[in-house]
């Protein structure tokens, strides 16, 4: 239908540190490309921004990385100009700051507005941060990144329910995928952080932010060098600090104050997560906040690798407990050292066969190109929708 539609996606920044917005936004954008459409994305730069120049998708430069009335003005001002310039047929918009400027703009221009809820957003029992956060209820489609997100919405804003529509976040199959991983791929990340096979390797994969649970794993760590001195093991911690530099010397202070450090190891930010996931024994997602989606949960279960999440948030829509991983209490170090040895203990045979289930049930159920057939007639179906005028 889209005889060159122009879509444009809005978020803050396209930095590489970011997380799920980033990499869904320009997914989309380039599928959309490749379906025809013109296909744009505003923010404020970052090291993605020209990712995908070279397939056609467009970027264009808002400063909407710092918020406050004169950047909110500033914006406005910039939003303006380049709207009246392309004559978008849709725009869809990724995050609360970008809303919260741009939304009666759109409306009043008439321009077909999506708005996708990224987040298990905090505060709605605040008056001023419920505000805030219901400007991502705004769109004419409201797209919830989990069942568990739609839930939210319909929980603090039930009269919106009728706009949500649930399209779950997409994890690239072919790119995580063990069979892919090759030996060199593997040995050479191994040889990087000079590590031997025989240690069992627990991977904590994520941000570096305090809700992700990292201080309750190097906990469950200590514990379970106590518990257990002939394991040899490593927890490898791999994640963007995102400039959240304290709570990274939080991290390595709490390590040393525990006396865990030849067992925790520290990697930051890294991009070639399959090789990495390829190298565990055991991955574990220990968020003690709801998680909107469950990425981590989604991607050890398509590389085929024994999970351990908490019972919270997204990872219960993606992890059936003991069937394709286990869920746990959050914030329980206990709980959560046991469970390692728990799976690590198993033998190979019964590891392969929930790590099997696990790839199937994401291809099933949370493949990338399911969602981006999903996102893309959705903005089909309300420009048919919505006749409107500049």
Not at 264 to 280: F, H
Not at 294 to 319: C, F, L, Q
Request: with cysteine.
């Amino acid at each position: 239908m889209n005889s060159m539609k122009t879509i444009i996606q809005i978020l803050p920044s396209l930095e590489q540190s970011g997380g799920g917005v980033e990499r869904g936004t320009l997914d989309i954008a380039k599928f959309l490309k490749e379906k025809g459409y013109r296909s744009i994305i505003v923010s404020s730069g970052g090291d993605m921004s020209e990712k995908y120049k070279h397939k056609g998708v467009e970027h264009f430069k808002i400063p909407l990385n710092k918020k406050g009335i004169i950047n909110f003005f500033r914006a406005r001002k910039h939003f303006m100009d380049l709207i009246l310039q392309i004559e978008p047929d849709l725009i869809h918009i990724r995050s609360r700051w970008p809303a919260f400027c741009f939304n009666k703009i759109i409306k009043k221009l008439r321009i077909p507005l999506i708005t996708t809820y990224h987040g298990a957003y905090s505060g709605n029992n605040n008056f001023f941060k419920r505000k805030y956060n219901g400007v991502m209820t705004e769109g004419d489609v409201i797209i919830a990144i989990s069942d568990f997100i739609g839930t939210q919405i319909k929980k603090f804003f039930p009269e919106k329910a009728k706009k949500i529509k649930i399209v779950n976040r997409g994890i690239d199959t072919k790119y995580f995928d063990l069979k892919a991983i090759t030996r060199t791929r593997k040995e050479s990340f191994l040889n990087d952080i000079s590590i031997n096979e025989q240690k069992h390797i627990i991977l904590l994969p994520g941000r570096l932010t305090e809700w992700k649970g990292q201080l309750v794993a190097i906990e469950a760590a200590k514990i379970l060098s106590l518990n257990n001195p002939d394991f040899e093991f490593l927890m490898l911690i791999v994640g963007s600090e995102q400039n959240r530099k304290g709570y990274l010397k939080k991290i390595k202070k709490f390590i040393k104050k525990l006396d865990i450090g030849s067992h925790v190891l520290c990697l930051g930010n890294r991009t070639d997560m399959p090789s990495i996931y390829s190298t565990a024994d055991v991955v574990i997602s220990s968020s003690i906040e709801p998680e909107a989606f469950g990425r981590v949960s989604a991607e050890a279960s398509a590389m085929g690798k024994p999970i351990i999440a908490t019972d919270i948030g997204g990872s219960k829509d993606i992890v059936i407990n003991k069937k394709t991983g286990w869920l746990i209490k959050e914030n329980d170090p206990d709980i959560l050292a046991m469970k390692i040895m728990d799976v690590v203990r198993l033998t190979q045979n019964q590891k392969d066969k929930i790590g099997n289930l696990a790839r199937i049930r994401i291809k099933e159920k949370f493949e990338m190109v399911d969602m981006l057939k999903k996102e893309t007639k959705i903005y089909e179906n309300l420009i048919k929708s919505k006749s409107f005028n500049y």
